[in-house]
Structure formats: C-alpha cells, structure tokens
C-alpha cells in the first residue's frame, strides 16, 4: 500500500503545474485525500483535500483561487493542479491519505515543486 506523487519540477512564477499522486496496494476511493507542503526551515502544512466522492473539497486560504483537487477513483489517483504559481509556493509537495481514525497516516515520499521569480 503506497501513494507516489509526480509532476513536479521547477518553473518561474506564473507557470502551472499539475501534481498527480497515484495509489496502489488497495483502492482509496471511499477515503479522504490530501495534498500537504512542506518549505524550507518550515513546518509542514495543509494544501488541500477531497472527499471519496469529490463532492467535498478543503482549500488552504494560501492558494486558494490558484490551486484545484481533484481525483478520479477509477485510477485510483488523485491530483493538484497548480497556477499562478509563487515563489513561495516552492516546497516538497505530499499526497496523503487517511486510513484510519487518527488523522492522515499514510503519506507519500514527496515530490519538489520550485518556482523562481
């Protein structure tokens, strides 16, 4: 069982991204996913999530009207797409899910997002 984002990369500020987050092991349709970050010398923190049946979203207000979640459960994937992108947008992007009653606890390795001004 395991999440593997991708998409990442380094693009100047404006540009748009798409992040995907593929899960495997098991299918993750009737589960909560999210999108986290993590900036340099900075916590991690909350991006965006997505209910099982994508008719629930959560937006962080950071990027909110730039950023979207979506998910499609016959891939068993879920996405982030990205524009208008900021420098401080730049981090290492994490695809989460959460299987049990204790929060999100299966994550992804991570994939970096760079954006240059």
């Avoid at 991204?17 to 899960?23: K, V």
Wanted: with cysteine.
């Amino acid at each position: 069982v395991q999440l593997v984002e991708s998409g990442g990369g380094s693009v100047q500020a404006g540009g748009s991204l798409r992040l995907s987050c593929a899960a495997s092991g098991r299918s993750f349709s009737n589960y909560v996913m999210g999108w986290f970050r993590r900036a340099p010398g900075k916590e991690r923190e909350f991006v965006a999530r997505i209910g099982w049946n994508s008719g629930r979203t959560g937006i962080a207000d950071s990027v909110k009207g730039r950023f979207t979640i979506s998910r499609d459960n016959a891939k068993n994937a879920v996405y982030l797409q990205m524009n208008s992108l900021k420098p401080e947008d730049t981090a290492i992007y994490y695809c989460a899910t959460s299987l049990g009653t204790a929060g999100y606890d299966l994550w992804g390795q991570g994939t970096q997002v760079t954006v240059s001004s």
